[in-house]
Every structure is written in structure tokens, then in C-alpha cells.
């Protein structure tokens, strides 16, 4: 039942050959074998996950299940669920308790899906190997003892580990789509403003964007579905229909322009990630589509402008963490400022108070010209990179991540390093364009086989292409379907 796709999950609830109680029960049990290895999930609601899945076969029996009825899920633990712990990865929020859903959680509840637990996480979704999560780091399933990617590695583990048929994830600057290709599943980050951010809690505001993480483009057509939509409860929710997701899927890639940065190809790339994505171009070429030399001049200045509004950002969001309010409060305060410092200082992890220092100063009267303001421009100038290439094609071509998953530990202590890992990704969020992270094939080296992520970016609101671009690959070749070894 576990290597069954969502439209077959779908399919077998609706002719009876399995329950959604038999469902859960089934990954409740592979979560019960698996996770503790991985360290993939924060909290497991097993108990609420068996209450939904009878809802749901009773709201089958009675004539009323949609198509996504009784198909259980794990969300990222940065979406606030109502009743159950919502950490973020951090201290700070271990005994946070949301009153409330998040707009994700209660349009996928509304669908009758059952929430298995919830995914271990970048503290605050600040990292690229969850190595920052204060629940300890999550473990790649292709390689124990490497990253997952982050900060969405524990819903990218548990997908590729096949502990849930789909999760939840969300992308400031790549945190759905290079976990996506660590762990050899497909995530899609959509267009800012696409997926409401109501309930999610905020990293950089004008970043944050949550997507679909899934074993194809397939699967990830039909849980967008769900996510996607306007939502009054936040301000940058776009009002625009959305269209079925699934219907384009087998729309023919004849004569599509797909565009080749060589900013994206040049030094920095590992060679066999570079073979591998190459492979999955050419694929791309017999298919019938058109490949386009391109340039985005501005690539390099992504990570430093990141670097400057993320922070700035999240430097604001992150004030309302203040010990009197949310979560956790330091021992016998003294008096007011001393409750706010040891608070903030006992309940943040190393990486989340960098951030909130370069932040700060950032945004400083002083400096505020200087970084943020120009920060602000050069964001400007790399969307502008993007409008002139969609001029010529309809989406863009490229690795996901320079190379494949790092051992534990490798860059824990060098945050630049541990910063590029998103250089192919963070682009996309700043201009607020829509990216898909797919299974292109693996590297054998010496930690084994480990999965590469071909990137596709598409233009404003083109999600349906992207994901009809990733189901035509996916149709010809069959590394989305691959397990890792002890999983199967
Ligand atoms: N790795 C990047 C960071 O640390 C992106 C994280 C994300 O997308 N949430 O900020």
C-alpha cells in the first residue's frame, strides 16, 4: 500500500479494495519501525491520525469523500495546528501549543486528510542541512550519515523513506526543493502568493512560500490542489483561480523552450551532479523541447541580497519572541529586561541569533542604506534577470542544489559554506517565481548512490507547467520511484 501513488491511494478508497483506517494504520506502523532512525518527525499524533481516518470512512460511506478523503500527510512543524505542539524546530516553541490551524492544515483537514505527525525542521526554518533543529538533526534514508538538506529535511526524509505517501514544506531561499534533491523526492515552491502564509510561522515574510513535497509531479499536482488558493487572512495572498493542477499533466513538450543559465553550470557545480543534470537536459531534447542559451547576469549578487533582507526580516518576525508571550520563559527573572534577554538567549539556537544580529544591524539607522535599501535594489535587478529570459522561454533549466547530500557535521561550523547550498535556489524566492526540485538520478561515490535534483523555475503563477514539464520526465524515466535501501 506504501508504494502506491496518490491518485491509486485515491482510487483504492473509492472502489473499497483498503480503508483510510487501514491506511494510516499502515503508515503509523512504518513510522513506528522507521523514525526514530531518521529523527524525521517532532510529534507523532497517532491517536488523532486513527480518529480522522474513521471520519473519513464514514464520510465515504456517506456519499461525501472528495478525491484526497482518507490519504494521510505530515506537515512541516512551522504550520500551527490546532491542539498539537507547533515548535518550529526550536526551543523557543517546545511547549507552544497553537490554538488555532494554519489555513494548510485546515484546507487539508477540510479534505479529510488525516495528519500522521509533524516534520522535524531548520530551527525557525533557518538552515540547509537541519542541522539547527533543536530536536538534533534529521538523517538522510539514502545515507544515514549524511543531511537530509534543510529546512525541510524531516517532510523530505519521510517521503522518500515512504513514512507518508505526501508532506508539507515550505521555501524562503530552497527549503522544499534542495532537501527535495538530497533525499531524491519532488518539491514545488509556488509563486509568492499562491499558497496562503496564515498560521505558518514567519521566517522573511516576503520569502516565505509553502509547496507540496511528493514522490512526482503527479502527486504533487493533486496536493496543490489543496494548498492552493486566495486566503483574506493574509495580505499577500493573491486572488487568482486555480486551475486543476492535474489536467495538464500530459500536455506534450513539443517545441517548449526551456532555458540553460550558464551562471548556473559554471564553477562551483560538482562535476557528476553537473553529468547527471546534463543527462536530464538531453532527456528533455528527445522529448521534443528546445534548448536555450540564457544568462542571468545578476546570479551571483542572490546569496548576498538574501543574506541581507532573510535576516532583516526575520530579525522583526522574531521580536515577538519574547518571553512573555509565546513559549518558552527563562528561570526567576529578575525584572523585565533580564526576562527578555535570557529568554531570547536560553530559547535560540546559535544560527537563529546570527540572523537576528545581522539583521538587526542591517536595518539599523545607520546602515540601513548601506545593506537593507541596497539589498532591496539589487532583489529588484534579479527579478529583472528572469522577466527578460521569460521573453524567450517558457521555463528554466538547471541543477538544484552544486552537489549531492554532505555528511553530518561537514559544514555545521562554516555558515558560508553551509550558505551556498542554496545558490541555485534563492534567485527564485527573491524574484517570487514559482521552482520544482525532481529527481534527475544519483552519483555513486563514496558515501553510495545519492540522489540529484534537476531545477526547473517557471514564470509568475505557471505552476501548472512545471509540474506538466516534471510529469512528462516522469512518465520516461524512473528514479522518482526509487527507495532507498532498508525502506522498501
Ligand atoms: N537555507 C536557507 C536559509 O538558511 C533557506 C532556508 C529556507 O528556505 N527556509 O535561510
Excluded at 433 to 461: C, E, H, W
Aim: charged fraction near 20%; aromatic fraction near 8%.
Amino acid at each position: 500500500m506504501y508504494k502506491k501513488s496518490i491518485a491509486e491511494l485515491s482510487q483504492g478508497l473509492a472502489s473499497g479494495e483498503f480503508s483510510s483506517a487501514e491506511l494510516t494504520r499502515t503508515y503509523l506502523d512504518r513510522i513506528e519501525t522507521h523514525s526514530a532512525g531518521l529523527n524525521a518527525l517532532i510529534s507523532v499524533t497517532a491517536d488523532e491520525a486513527m480518529a480522522a481516518a474513521q471520519l473519513a470512512d464514514q464520510t465515504r460511506q456517506a456519499g461525501n469523500a472528495g478525491l484526497l478523503t482518507g490519504v494521510p500527510l505530515i506537515h512541516k512543524d512551522i504550520f500551527c495546528t490546532e491542539g498539537v505542539k507547533t515548535s518550529c524546530g526550536s526551543k523557543m516553541l517546545d511547549n507552544f501549543i497553537a490554538p488555532y490551524d494554519a489555513t494548510v492544515v485546515a484546507s487539508c483537514k477540510a479534505a479529510g486528510m488525516p495528519m500522521l505527525g509533524k516534520a522535524n525542521m531548520d530551527e525557525f526554518a533557518m538552515g540547509s542541512s537541519n542541522e539547527t533543529s533543536f530536536y538534533g538533526p534529521v538523517k538522510n534514508p539514502w545515507n544515514i550519515e549524511t543531511v537530509p538538506g534543510g529546512s525541510s529535511g524531516g517532510s523530505a526524509a519521510v517521503v522518500a523513506a515512504r513514512l507518508a505517501p505526501i508532506a508539507t514544506g515550505t521555501d524562503t531561499g530552497g527549503s522544499i526543493r534542495q532537501p527535495a534533491a538530497l533525499c531524491g523526492i519532488t518539491g514545488l515552491k509556488p509563486t509568492y502568493g499562491r499558497v496562503s502564509r496564515y498560521g505558518m510561522i514567519a521566517f522573511a515574510s516576503s520569502l516565505d512560500q509553502a509547496g507540496p513535497m511528493t514522490r512526482s509531479a503527479e502527486d504533487a499536482a493533486w496536493l496543490l490542489n489543496i494548498m492552493a488558493g486566495f486566503d483574506a487572512r493574509d495580505s499577500t495572498s493573491v486572488e487568482r483561480d486555480v486551475p486543476d493542477y492535474t489536467a495538464t499533466l500530459n500536455d506534450d513538450l513539443q517545441g517548449l523552450k526551456i532555458g540553460l543559465p550558464k551562471e548556473y553550470f559554471g564553477e562551483g557545480l560538482d562535476a557528476d551532479v553537473g553529468r547527471v543534470v546534463d543527462a536530464a537536459i538531453k532527456q528533455y531534447q528527445q522529448m521534443g523541447a528546445e534548448l536555450v542559451d540564457i544568462s542571468l547576469p545578476n546570479s551571483h549578487l542572490s546569496v548576498p541580497t538574501y543574506y541581507v533582507v532573510a535576516p532583516a526580516e526575520c530579525s522583526s518576525n522574531l521580536s515577538r519572541f519574547d518571553g512573555v508571550r509565546f513559549g518558552y520563559r527563562c528561570k526567576d527573572p529578575q525584572d523585565l529586561e533580564d526576562l527578555y534577554k535570557r529568554s531570547r538567549g536560553e530559547g535560540f539556537g546559535a544560527e537563529v541569533k546570527r540572523r537576528i544580529m545581522m539583521g538587526t544591524y542591517a536595518l539599523s539607522a545607520g546602515y540601513y542604506d548601506a545593506y537593507y535599501l541596497k539589498a532591496q535594489q539589487l532583489r529588484q535587478l534579479i527579478s529583472d534577470d528572469f522577466k527578460q529570459a521569460f521573453e524567450k522561454v517558457d521555463v528554466i533549466m538547471g541543477p538544484t542544489a552544486p552537489d549531492v547530500a554532505f555528511k553530518l557535521g561537514a559544514k555545521a561550523s562554516d555558515p558560508v559554506s553551509m550558505y551556498l547550498s542554496d545558490i541555485y535556489t534563492i534567485a527564485t524566492n527573491l524574484a517570487g517565481l514559482p521552482g520544482m526540485s525532481i529527481p534527475a538520478g544519483f552519483v555513486a561515490g563514496d558515501k553510495g548512490d545519492m540522489p540529484v535534483g534537476l531545477q526547473i523555475i517557471g514564470n509568475y503563477f505557471d505552476e501548472s507547467r512545471l509540474l506538466n514539464v516534471a510529469h512528462q520526465y516522469q512518465q520516461e524515466t524512473d528514479w522518482h520511484t526509487r527507495i532507498p535501501q532498508g525502506f522498501e
